[in-house]
Each structure stands twice: as C-alpha cells, then as structure tokens.
C-alpha cells in the first residue's frame, strides 16, 4: 500500500533558487518513494556538495551529506554493511563527474545495487555558475568571462562504458514521468543511473526551459519498437550498441527515458556471496562486535599481527 507523499517532507526550509530543476526533482522523489512504500528508516539518501546536495535534509529518510565527490563510496559502503538498505545517491553534475568522476566510474565497474540521481545543470551553481562537466564546448553563460573551452563529458555514454546496469535520462520540470524513471532505477537489481536534465534559472542563461522543451522527446511515445531490457547476455552487444546511439544523440533532438538495463548482470553483493558464502544472510552490519561488553577482536593484537609483524 503506498504511503502520502507527505510523509517524505522534512520541516526544513528549501533553500533553492525560484524555478530551480531541484523543486521537480525533489517531488518526483516525494512520489517515487510514496508509491514504492519506502521505509524512511531503511531508506537512505546520500548527497555530496552543490545545490542538489541540499537534499537529504528535505526528505524525510535516513540522509547522509558527504564531502564534495565521495557520495558515491560513501553510499556503496553503506550498502554493502547492509544490502537490506535502499540506498540512493542525489547529487549534482560537478559533483559526480567533475571530482567524482573515478568513484562514477567504480560504481558501474561492481554493478553494486544502488541508484544515483543525477540533478545536470551544466554549471557549477552554489560556487557562482562555473561551466559543469556537462556544459558542452563553446557555450558562454552568463556568469563566464568567455566560453567554454572544455568538451562535455556525456553521462550516459560513460554510465554505459562503466557497467551501469540502467541508464536513463529524464527531465526535471516533467516530474510525474520523472517520478515513474526514479520508480524503476530503484526496482532495478544492480546499478541504476537517471541523468536528470535541470534549468538553472539563475546562472544558466542558455540551456533554459524552453531551450529544453523545444528539443527534448520521449522515445517509448515516438519508437514504439525499442526495447531496452537485457534478458540474457546474447541480447548484450545489440542493446547496448542501440542505447550508445541514443545517448549520441543530442543537438536539436534529446531523447528521455530508459535507454538502457540489463537484467542478465549479477549485481555485486551476489558476486561477494560467491566468495563469501553467507555474506547475504550475515552482512557486516547485523554482527555483534562484542560479547558480554568485550569486543570480539582486539584492534590492538590485529594491529600488532598484521602491521607491525609485516
């Protein structure tokens, strides 16, 4: 039974810019767990730095803000302690390909289940409108003093490179279809990657809502025949080529939706229970560390043993 939406809210003043991207992405994810029936208490989001890293203080889960680039090792870790968790990432473009690009790129390589939603404004808004990671050569903002000279980094070509078992893209200011793409990353085994495309009304003077909106499709309501989801590793090389070129395509036509997941790859806490069987049963998290008040290991014997002696 789903929850009211409500009960996600926090008392926490929002503290965005009027006509932000973040307000749409933050409703969707109101929905999106309401709908899933989330428990806040095993729900966590984790964020790093930037406008969008606000957001675990407005959503009532467990919330972690991390230091600039580390949401994602930090999430994994906490995923891994206890695969029991639902643990999201929320986090911006400068964050997450700019600084967190390695850790971006780690993340699809163990196909570790978890889903980063990422908020893609293409500048660097809390530190004054910098060109993002995202923000394509040769476009001058308003807060620039010239161009561009960088090439962007295309998000869903490096989530598919990495390994990422779902890739999609969405947009911000359509939030009930935003909300059914973060739905589906979430249900998705394996690691799940939503490229949210953001306006930044206040340093973005390009890449606007109408920019947008003038070039942005849904591919299920014009390609009725493309069939993302991998059932078996033979479908893999066809898939994957067909998603590689709607993740190409950007210009005078964007394409939304679910571009890609493979449901054939194991995710990562299976492949840790192949090399430590009961891992599942008796994650990290659920152990006892002491007995009766004694801790069951002594750091100061593994120190001495393992450190010292070698």
Same mark, same amino acid.
């Given at each position: ?129 910098? +060109?993002?990671? @995202?923000? #394509?050569?040769?476009?001058?903002? &308003?807060? %620039? $003093? !010239? ?80 069939? +993302?989801?991998? @059932?078996? #590793?033979?479908?893999?090389?066809? &898939?994957? %080529? $067909? !998603?590689i070129g709607k993740a ?12 890609y997941q493979d449901k ?16 599942r049963e008796n994650p ?27």
């Amino acid at each position: 039974m789903a929850r009211n939406w409500l009960e996600y809210r926090t008392s926490a003043w929002v503290q965005w810019c009027p006509g932000c991207g973040n307000y749409g992405i933050l409703t969707a994810a109101f929905k999106a767990f309401a709908e899933l029936d989330l428990d806040p208490v095993k729900t966590v989001v984790v964020s790093g730095i930037g406008c969008s890293s606000r957001i675990p203080y407005y959503i009532n889960v467990t919330g972690v803000h991390t230091i600039h680039g580390r949401p994602i090792p930090v999430a994994t870790g906490i995923k891994l302690a206890n695969p029991d968790l639902t643990v999201i990432v929320m986090s911006g473009d400068g964050d997450l390909l700019g600084i967190g690009a390695a850790h971006f790129v780690a993340l699809g390589r163990r196909n570790v289940d978890l889903t980063v939603i990422m908020h893609d404004n293409a500048v660097y808004g809390l530190t004054k409108g910098q +060109a993002g990671p @995202t923000l #394509p050569a040769w476009v001058q903002t &308003k807060a %620039l $003093r !010239a161009p561009n000279i960088q090439d962007a980094l295309n998000p869903l070509l490096l989530a598919i490179a990495s390994g990422y078992t779902f890739v999609a893209r969405a947009y911000a200011y359509h939030t009930d279809k935003l909300k059914e793409i973060i739905k589906a990353a979430i249900k998705h085994r394996g690691a799940a990657f939503v490229d949210v495309l953001q306006p930044c009304p206040t340093y973005n003077n390009v890449m606007t809502q109408q920019w947008y909106e003038q070039r942005i499709y849904y591919i299920e309501e014009e390609e009725s025949d493309y069939d +993302a989801v991998v @059932t078996s #590793p033979d479908e893999r090389k066809e &898939k994957m %080529l $067909r !998603a590689i070129g709607k993740a190409l395509e950007w210009g005078d036509r964007i394409p939304l939706g679910i571009i890609y997941q493979d449901k054939a790859k194991e995710p990562f806490d299976e492949r840790i229970e192949r090399i430590t069987p009961g891992y599942r049963e008796n994650p990290p998290a659920t152990r006892p560390v002491d007995y009766e008040g004694k801790p069951l290991i002594d750091p100061f014997k593994v120190f001495t043993d393992r450190v010292i002696k070698t």
